[in-house]
Nanobody, 131 residues
Framework: QVPLVESGGGSVPPGASLRLSCATS????????MAWFRQAPGKEREGVAT???????TYADSVKGRFTISKDNAERTLTLQMNSLKPEDTAVYYC?????????????????????????WGKGTLVTVSS
C-alpha cells in the first residue's frame, strides 16, 4: 500500500471556498495519474476531478467552473480548490491514484470506477456545506 493522506475538510456555509490537499509518495506523485472522488451519505461514490501524468484535467459537470484540481510540486501534494460551494457538495472526499498503464484516471470519472478502477485510495476527508 502507498500513502495517500487527505486534509483540509471542514464545515462551511454555502458560497464559501475550501481547499483540500492529498500528500503522497514521490513515485505516486511523479508517475501516476491522480483523482478526487466523493461520496455523499446514501449515494454511490462519484468522480469529481482527475489530472493525468501529462497535466491534462477532467471535471465532473457538477463542479465545472467551481473546482480546480492541481499539483503543488513544492509540497508534493494533490490539491482541490473548491469555490462557490453548495449543499450538494457535502460528502467525504477521497484522493486516489492509478498507474494508468492503458487508460487515464479520467476513464474512472467518465465511465465509473467499477469499470475502470483506481489502484490506491486515501481514507477521505469530510466536507459539509450547510447554512
Amino acid at each position: 500500500q502507498v500513502p495517500l493522506v487527505e486534509s483540509g475538510g471542514g464545515s462551511v456555509p454555502p458560497g464559501a471556498s475550501l481547499r483540500l490537499s492529498c500528500a503522497t509518495s514521490e513515485n505516486i506523485y511523479n508517475n501516476y495519474c491522480m483523482a478526487w472522488f466523493r461520496q455523499a451519505p446514501g449515494k454511490e461514490r462519484e468522480g469529481v476531478a482527475t489530472i493525468e501524468r501529462d497535466g491534462s484535467r477532467t471535471y465532473a459537470d457538477s463542479v465545472k467552473g467551481r473546482f480546480t484540481i492541481s499539483k503543488d510540486n513544492a509540497e508534493r501534494t494533490l490539491t482541490l480548490q473548491m469555490n462557490s460551494l453548495k449543499p450538494e457538495d457535502t460528502a467525504v472526499y477521497y484522493c486516489a491514484a492509478d498507474r494508468a498503464t492503458y487508460y487515464g484516471c479520467n476513464f474512472a470519472l467518465v465511465y465509473g470506477e467499477k469499470r475502470y478502477g483506481l489502484d490506491y485510495w486515501g481514507k477521505g476527508t469530510l466536507v459539509t456545506v450547510s447554512s
